[in-house]
């Protein structure tokens, strides 16, 4: 069972960029695929993104496609979503989960079983 934990969200204005970090503890994220979630208030968790364990494969949502990029280190655990030109309907709670196969990139949660408590992403207009 692996833990999460995101850190890096915060306020910012239309158009900034920011980064994410989920740091993984328990096991390697080598044996997992990794994803990235958002959830905005009355509305349903949305695929961001995600990273195969094998190969690094990514995939991306659609309306984060060519803004969002999603990369792991495998040596110290992480995986990172750097965001560029965010917009205000960026904002929500990002949630990165965990799951497996590894070698496939999971785009519903429930591909993953592990889930972190989510960092608040703020974009201003």
């Known amino acids: 069972h692996v833990q999460l934990v995101e850190s890096g969200g915060g306020l910012v204005q239309a158009g900034d960029s920011l980064r994410l970090s989920c740091a993984a503890s328990?096991?390697?994220?080598?044996?997992?695929?990794m994803g990235w979630f958002r959830q905005a208030p009355g509305k349903e968790r949305e695929f961001v993104g995600g990273i195969s364990g094998a190969y690094a494969v990514t995939r991306y949502g659609d309306s984060v496609k060519g803004r969002f990029t999603i990369s792991r280190d495998n040596a110290k655990n992480r995986v990172y979503l750097q965001m560029d030109s965010l917009k205000p309907e960026d904002t929500a709670v990002y949630y990165c989960?965990?799951?497996?196969?590894?070698?496939?990139?999971?785009?519903?949660?429930?591909?993953?079983?592990?889930w972190g408590q989510g960092t608040q992403v703020t974009v201003s207009s």
């Open positions: 328990g096991r390697t994220i080598s044996n997992y695929c």
């Open positions: 989960a965990a799951g497996e196969p590894p070698w496939t990139v999971a785009t519903t949660t429930g591909g993953y079983a592990s």
